[in-house]
T-cell receptor, first 109, second 115 residues
């Protein structure tokens, strides 16, 4: 059975801190790893990763995939209160995506 | 349209009632997905359409759940004889690619409460 596990389940930091969110996966016919941000509504897309070792960056957020170890991380530097959300990781085959249960990040002022 | 829309946004049903949830994907998007999200959990895959063809329905939890996309655009998820365990947010997502491992754009969801 396909499985995605995220850690930690929750995290509380102060503004300016750097955080690392983890995602491990076991998916048959894996094609890509996706990160989403969910703030009390629909998940919004952050990154899609298909190749190992190539970092993707968007502002203060970055992510990398290790297809050998079946692992991805999402880094957020200089966190802001607006980064508070649930961060979801999903591993996709050619059709469906299997999601983890998310990491709840709370950034305090 | 500008994004994926879903209706209704909220639905309260009495146990045993049938419900129908609608999804309007982004215009021209080939792939459409339905997910069920329980409180505090990630979305769980229900079913996947490529145009009008339902290519994967392995996530539908029982034969009370049925989805269709007859013209390859709007989709409806129907739940018959609703049970309390069906209470969840039902998310629809669409993608421009003909295969799923790409960016999916999510709708706001329908929150179903079964009393």
């Amino acid at each position: 059975e396909d499985k995605v596990v995220q850690s930690p389940l929750s995290l509380v930091v102060h503004e300016g801190d750097t955080v690392t969110l983890n995602c491990s996966y076991e998916v048959t016919n894996f094609r890509s790893l996706l990160w989403y941000k969910q703030e009390k509504k629909a998940p919004t897309f952050l990154f899609m990763l298909t190749s190992s070792g190539i970092e993707k960056k968007s502002g203060r957020l970055s992510s990398i995939l290790d297809k050998k170890e079946l692992f991805s991380i999402l880094n957020i530097t200089a966190t802001q209160t607006g980064d508070s959300a649930v961060y979801l990781c999903a591993a996709a085959d050619a059709g469906k995506s299997t999601f983890g249960d998310g990491t709840t990040l709370t950034v305090k002022p | 349209g500008a994004g994926v829309s879903q209706s209704p946004r909220y639905k309260v049903a009495k146990r045993g009632q049938d419900v129908a949830l609608r999804c309007d994907p982004i215009s021209g998007h080939v792939s459409l997905f339905w997910y069920q999200q329980a409180l505090g959990q990630g979305p769980e895959f229900l079913t996947y359409f490529q145009n009008e063809a339902q290519l994967d329905k392995s996530g539908l939890p029982s034969d009370r759940f049925f989805a269709e996309r007859p013209e390859g655009s709007v989709s409806t998820l129907k739940i018959q004889r609703t049970q309390q365990e069906d209470s969840a947010v039902y998310l629809c997502a669409s993608s421009s690619r003909a295969w799923g491992a790409d960016t999916q754009y999510f709708g706001p969801g329908t929150r179903l409460t079964v009393l």
